[in-house]
């Protein structure tokens, strides 16, 4: 897998670590483009937001995935951001789980409050 450790805690809880783990990030800017037909080019603007979407890989163990799993049905968790190293609200998007491998995928988008 990886060698980074990642911690995720639900919004009332405590911090779960998760060793071993590879944490990928995808940041982008959030803009508009208005095209009119017949004229030249098309108008782009930068709505200055940005949107972070963070994949984590590992494995875990069924414990480890039922805890997960209440993390992703209850409200909005937090992640311990590994590169900017701070606290983010996020969205629990996406979980995938192979018991025979034990490897997970877990998706996050954060919320910009």
């Given at each position: ?13 405590e ?5 071993n ?12 483009r ?6 030249e080019?098309d ?8 949107s ?13 995935y ?5 993390i ?5 968790p ?6 900017e190293?701070?606290e ?8 995938e ?6 490897e997970?995928?877990f998706?996050f988008i954060?919320?910009?409050?």
């Amino acid at each position: 897998m990886g060698d980074q450790v990642f911690f995720l805690r639900p919004a009332n809880g405590e911090w779960i670590q998760f060793s071993n783990c590879s944490v990928k990030v995808s940041i982008s800017r959030r803009l508009t483009r208005t095209i009119i037909h017949g004229g030249e080019g098309d108008d782009l603007v930068d709505e200055g937001s940005e949107s972070a979407v963070y994949t984590v890989n590992g494995s875990l163990d069924l414990d480890q995935y039922k805890e997960v799993l209440l993390i992703f049905r209850g409200g909005q968790p937090y992640i311990h951001e590994p590169y900017e190293e701070n606290e983010k609200k996020v969205v629990f998007s996406k979980f995938e789980f192979d018991g025979e491998s034990k490897e997970f995928t877990f998706e996050f988008i954060e919320d910009i409050v």
